[in-house]
């Protein structure tokens, strides 16, 4: 039986957030409170005492309680937080003590150790500026004995009201589609890709019934990982809910020898009690901290849906120029510039440039790229190898493949095993020496294939690979400080807080068609900012899908990531690329807005529509995208209502652009449509704005802009 000398209370608070936890001396610490701030003077003692729960029968007669580190040695009936094995001791069975507690900027580092198991751990937990809340575990081998970690994962409690989870599945060309289900039952989500893979984005949402994106109370948790994982959202019979969230381990992956040392990925989560918007805007802030990017983010041109494996220099300097004419800031030459590279099936692996395509090397372009005021970047996928290239003729050994069986091909393409150091070495003098040898500013670093039996010689390495990419991209970021790496893999296979702490930007999809496009950047918007999505315009009929939209469709969902080109403009004609060219402006213009205020998804009365809403964090500026995806169910829009403007303050609304508006739905257009019209923050964020009746697959683009009262009369 406890008693309060037993039970150590500590307390933080951070934007608007606390969070309390109850640290005893016999037990692992436990979540007494994360949430909306509690006052000042609240008493912890009797706030932890007002959470225990009776004892009900047919129980044990002391229950284990909901820790956030469950521990199967006191009685826990659930998934344990920690699950190891030893010859030499019971090492998987804990029971923790509490051995020290330091308070920190951002939290706590609990330790606690278990002295018959001879094991320690450490927990890491606290809120960030931003107001979200981290938390991560280290497990450490105390014995002389070897021992092996089959499991090692995080435990967030979650109140117990909340019953209803959205969760994120999809595939290539349609990432991050959304979920809504009742979360009654055991949830588990486990990914052994060896990447996050296009079905396995590494989050789910948690909430109250009916969370919506303005209502309600949720928490969001993402786990900032690059590799195999397991989400687990689970109940008692006692009422507890919880999230556990962990780096998947394969059989015998993880053997700890003598004060070796294995921390968990971090657990990232972010509560709201006014619905999902509030949970993105602070896991975008978040991300901003992580980021700190120095300048606005450049208009992008990439080659690949240009020109795919046929580089001709005379046509990639002409793409150059016609690229910088419409205000493009950054050309990245895609997949095809090394040697014997001409199609997808060879040459993976030999990262020289080819002399057939570049016989001076790859500086003519890039000296006529920069001539023109661009950047250049280059595309690489260093990870992958070719059996049909001079490395894997040279070094078949150096895959990631177990060497008693036959080797699994994907794009006609293996693995290269990273956590060899002769394969770690050669990856990293190659790419020194290009980056060395040339003015290259930007990386595209793509990664196109699952993992397949994963092994070195007989353990697998699934684990080492990544802790090895994240060690080259490091040492990348050290040596070339000014260079900013984009994570592509297959388009968004790829996306988390984990590489985000290496990379500047992410490849959402393979997919350019806008309508697709609209699904998959919603999904990504619920944790990652719009300055990191990549998003681009492409051709007249979509690459992936055929379908063909109008260049202001096109153009304006690009508009709402970090805005790019994939498109040949040498085909496009002059009133193509002097509305490509418009848009690029209102890009310029408004990517402060977009990149560094406050982004809502609004919603849509029927699901039929989407709008995004950006405000600048001063509140005085702000730009509208409404897009009609298909055929409304009633025939006239609803208003569109925008949140967080002043109620006092004027605004002046703009159209700024929008699709063609043909007549078959919409005799007359609003009112107010060919005047710009001036209403206050009041009017706007309660009545409204009505807008035309948009055709499917159509948008238009409006901005907010403070005036002051005399430009108001």
Known sequence: MKNTHDIALYRQDRQNQTLVIACPQDGAPELLYFGRALPKDTHLNSLYWSQQQATQQASLDVPAPMSLIPEAGQGWLQSPGVEASAVDRPAWAMCWSLSNVHQQADGFLIELEDTRAQLAVALSIGLQPSGLLRQQLTLTNQGQGDITVHRLACTLPMPPHFTQMLSFYGRWCQEFQQQRSEWQSTWLQENRHGRNS??????????????????????????????????????????????????LYLPDEIVLSSSQSISTPELLASYSRAGLNMVSQVFHQHARERLVLSKPRPVHINTWEAFYFDHDIT???????????????????????????????????????????YPNGLTPLIDHVKGLGMEFGLWFEPEMVNPDSDLYRSHPEWVLQLPQYDAVLARHQLVLNLAKPEVYDYLRERLFSLLKGY??????????????????????????????????????????????????????????????????????????????RH?????????????????????????????????????????????????????????????????????????SVLHSGRNWRLPSADGRAQAQWALSEDGQEGLLVYSQLTMPKQAQTLPVRLPGLEAEQNYQISVLEHSPLPGHLMKALPAWWKNDLILNGATLSQLGLQLPILDPESLLMLSIRAISRLEAQ
Request: proline share 3%; net charge negative; glycine share 10%.
């Open 315 to 357: 046509r990639l300097k002409a793409l150059a120029d016609t690229a910088a004419h419409v205000g493009v800031e950054r050309y990245i030459l895609d997949d095809g510039w090394f040697r014997g590279r001409s199609n997808d099936q060879a040459a993976l692996g030999d990262w020289f440039v080819d002399q057939e395509k």
């Open 519 to 591: 699904s998959i950047q919603r999904g990504f918007s619920y944790f990652f900012p719009p300055e990191v999505m990549g998003s681009h315009i492409g051709p007249d009929q979509s690459h992936t899908t055929n379908r063909i939209h109008d260049v202001a469709f096109r153009a304006g969902t690009a508009m709402l990531g970090h805005l790019g080109i994939e498109w040949n403009l040498l085909d496009a004609n002059a009133e193509q690329k002097a509305i490509i060219a418009r848009w690029i402006s209102h890009y310029k213009t408004y990517r």
């Open 439 to 516: 003015p290259i500013d930007y990386i595209k670093w793509d990664m196109n294939r699952d993992y397949t039996q994963p092994g070195g010689e007989i353990c697998p390495q699934a684990y080492e690979q990544v802790v090895a990419l994240y060690r080259l991209l490091g040492e990348l970021n050290t040596a070339f400080p000014d260079l900013e790496i984009e994570s592509c893999s297959s388009g968004g296979a790829r996306v988390d807080f984990g590489i985000l702490n290496f990379t500047k930007r992410f490849w959402a999809s393979d997919c350019n068609d806008a309508f697709e």
């Open 198 to 247: 296009h079905a396995n984005f590494p989050s789910v949402i948690l909430g109250e019934q009916g969370f919506s994106e303005e209502q309600g109370e949720l928490i969001g948790s993402h786990l900032a990982w690059s590799g195999n994982h397991r989400l687990k959202a689970d109940y008692t019979m006692e009422g507890h809910r919880y999230l556990q969230a962990e780096a």
